[in-house]
């Protein structure tokens, strides 16, 4: 079975720090993998996916990812945060969709929390 | 463009009773998937529906239903309500055919079971 393990509950960092929020993954074949924010009292926004190819990924608001099979981690990051980062982070996975037609169901993890001090 | 939504935004029930959630899903969007998000938790699947028919479900009882309309909106039913059902459930949209299509979520239904 698929699982996420997000190893760091909460994160505190000063803004304009850089950050990196640690994912790894369990699952037997390729992985789809994706890293989700959720603000308070929002849904989840897609920062960023990956499927295959290129294994550092571009996302939006100015982070990026870096997918490493070895190690089985897809983890987070950003150069410098801003006070508007402050939210909690999901990663996920998902089956690789060359194996499977349609949307098939992602597994998150449990969220890492980060908070952005002045 | 609307995307997903996601009504009652709020809700307050007792243990026994019965919930309908209701989701609609973005523009052009076919396929709906719901998930459940205890606090401090990452989100759970309960199912997913396309063509009105549920076609992958997660580790949820039976108590858990759903159904889908032509016009590609979901209602999760959720019977016999115990504490532990007090989340945030989730619905999600996508289209169907396309492998690396993204799922896009609403703002969810926070419940809340006394």
């Known amino acids: 079975a698929q699982s996420v393990t997000q190893p760091d509950i909460h994160i505190t960092v000063s803004e304009g720090a850089s950050l990196e929020l640690r994912c790894n993954y369990s699952y037997g074949a390729t992985p789809y993998l994706f890293w989700y924010v959720q603000s308070p009292g929002q849904g989840l926004q897609l920062l960023l996916k990956?499927?295959?190819?290129?294994?550092l990924v571009q996302g939006i608001k100015g982070f990026e990812a870096e997918f490493k099979r070895s190690q089985s981690s897809f983890n987070l990051r950003k150069p410098s945060v801003h006070w508007s980062d402050a939210a909690e982070y999901f990663c996920a996975v998902g089956p690789n969709p060359n194996l499977n037609f349609g949307n098939e169901k992602l597994t998150f993890g449990t969220g890492t929390r980060l908070t952005i001090i002045p | 463009d609307a995307g997903v939504t996601q009504s009652p935004t709020h809700l307050i029930k007792t243990r026994g009773q019965q919930v309908t959630l209701r989701c609609s899903p973005k523009?052009?969007?076919?396929?709906v998937s719901w998930y459940q998000q205890a606090l401090g938790q990452g989100p759970q699947f309960i199912f997913q529906y396309y063509e009105e028919e549920e076609r992958q479900r997660g580790n949820f009882p039976d108590r858990f239903s759903g159904h889908q309309f032509p016009n590609y909106s979901s209602e999760l039913n959720v019977n016999a309500l115990l504490l532990g059902d007090s989340a945030l459930y989730l619905c999600?949209?996508?289209?169907?055919?396309?492998?690396?299509?993204?799922?896009?979520f609403g703002p969810g239904t926070r419940l809340l079971v006394l």
């Open positions: 990956y499927f295959s190819g290129d294994t």
């Open positions: 999600a949209s996508s289209q169907n055919g396309g492998p690396k299509e993204t799922q896009y």
């Open positions: 523009s052009g969007h076919d396929t």
